[in-house]
């Protein structure tokens, strides 16, 4: 993955927004996909070349807790690690952000899955918490990794 860059931006940027739509709107049929939560959000894009791949954002819940979010790979660039990049790179910049609290505390990051979509998180160390819900009448699982 050497042509993969990722970048963080303190405000949705277009790039995420066409990602954004592309998956979860056109693909998945979503209806309310963007929300109060894209305010107050970091946002990574993953590049290949110049093209954006996959995006997603991290809501700061308090100190200690985080939620990564909206992780959206474009159909065909699926399958190939981008989603785990993408994740990894935003534990990164949770990690960055418990180094300004309080040195050796570890924190809860937070994911809520699409279920289809559970194994993949498994792999990459989140466990589930248990709850579950629905969302635009999606079922989705609520996975925890204390980093």
């Given amino acids: 993955m050497n042509d993969l ?12 927004v066409e990602i954004r739509k592309e998956v979860f ?9 963007f929300d109060v939560d894209d ?4 946002h990574l894009v993953a ?7 996959a ?6 819940k308090d100190k200690q807790n985080y939620m990564i979010g909206r992780i959206a790979v474009r159909k ?5 690690g981008i989603g785990a990049e993408i994740v990894k790179a935003a ?12 040195l050796g505390d570890t924190v809860s990051v937070y994911i809520h899955s699409q279920m289809q ?15 579950t819900d629905y969302e635009q009448d999606c079922p989705h699982l609520m996975l925890k990794k204390e980093i």
């Fill in 39 to 42: 305010n107050d959000a970091v």
């Fill in 117 to 131: 979509a559970v194994p993949f998180y498994e792999k990459i160390g989140y466990i589930s918490t248990g709850k």
């Fill in 91 to 102: 534990e990164t910049v949770i990690t960055q952000w418990k180094i300004h609290y309080k």
């Fill in 25 to 33: 709107v056109e693909e998945q049929g979503f209806i309310e996909e």
């Fill in 5 to 16: 860059k990722i970048i963080a931006y303190i405000e949705l940027p277009e790039d995420a």
């Fill in 76 to 80: 065909e660039h699926r399958k190939k």
């Fill in 47 to 53: 590049f290949i070349g110049e093209k954006p791949v």
């Fill in 55 to 60: 995006s997603c954002r991290i809501i700061t």
